[in-house]
């Protein structure tokens, strides 16, 4: 039982380019989230998917996309990434979208040059 | 004004003393509160719920102060293993709902 996995765990861009950054949860749950994590800011919701097939803008998702791809899998997508973006992403889970734990996957490290 | 807010410390105790953290938040109709713990370059991980009669779990103590709108994080008799950040985490703050909203966390340094 691995909990919530991320790749890739560190991942340097130029501006410009794309890139995907996947998560999948092995604890059968209905609601997936993405945040970002940046100094003197907090952990900041990005997306989230409360049940497999819907997804929901979090407080900063411009520069996003986000995917459902089934109920394990749920992945970020920067289009055209901007050193604004450099910044730690966590990946987390919860039973249902009403479920107060969030069971966070060990972040991916992204610099954008 | 943030939604959350912390003493990013750092809190620089010696093993075995008694440390409190406070956070306070802004929308009196936040329903649930939290306190997450992070270390160093890894994942936030649900510490304990805060429940307006107070919550303890072994030397944590959790407390509620909603007129005030403020919680708090006692920890007795440090450990080592202790040093963290420790996030204050309100539930429903921003537009209601089921959102978590997180600070930016508080950092302790449990010292021999």
């Known amino acids: 039982n691995a909990g919530v996995t991320q790749t890739p765990k560190f991942q340097v861009l130029k501006t410009g380019q794309s890139m995907t950054l996947q998560c999948a949860q092995d604890?059968?749950?209905?609601?997936m989230y993405w945040y970002r994590q940046d100094p003197g800011m907090g952990l900041r919701l990005i997306y989230y998917?409360?049940?497999?097939?819907?997804?929901d803008k979090g407080e900063v998702p411009n520069g996003y996309n986000v995917s459902r791809l089934n109920k394990r899998e749920f992945s970020l997508r920067l289009e055209s990434a901007a050193p604004s973006q450099t910044s730690v992403y966590f990946c987390?889970?919860?039973?249902?979208?009403?479920?107060?734990?969030?069971?966070f996957g060990p972040g991916t490290r992204l610099l954008v040059l | 004004r943030k939604e959350v807010e912390q003493d990013p410390g750092p809190f620089n105790v010696p093993e075995g003393a008694t440390v409190a953290f406070n956070c306070t938040y802004s929308?009196?109709?936040?329903?649930?509160f939290f306190w997450y713990r992070q270390d160093c370059r890894k994942e936030p991980k649900l510490l304990m719920s805060?429940?307006?009669s107070g919550n303890e779990d072994g030397r944590f103590t959790a407390q509620l102060n909603r007129a005030s709108q403020y919680i708090s994080l006692l920890i007795r008799d440090s450990k080592l293993s202790d040093s963290a950040t420790y996030l204050c985490?309100?539930?429903?703050?921003?537009?209601?709902?089921?959102?978590?909203?997180f600070g930016t966390g508080t950092q302790l340094k449990v010292e021999l």
């Open positions: 987390a889970s919860s039973f249902d979208y009403y479920q107060e734990t969030q069971y």
């Open positions: 604890m059968n749950h209905n609601s």
């Open positions: 998917s409360a049940s497999e097939g819907t997804t």
């Open positions: 929308n009196s109709a936040s329903q649930s």
């Open positions: 805060v429940y307006s």
């Open positions: 985490v309100a539930k429903g703050l921003t537009g209601g709902g089921n959102k978590l909203t």
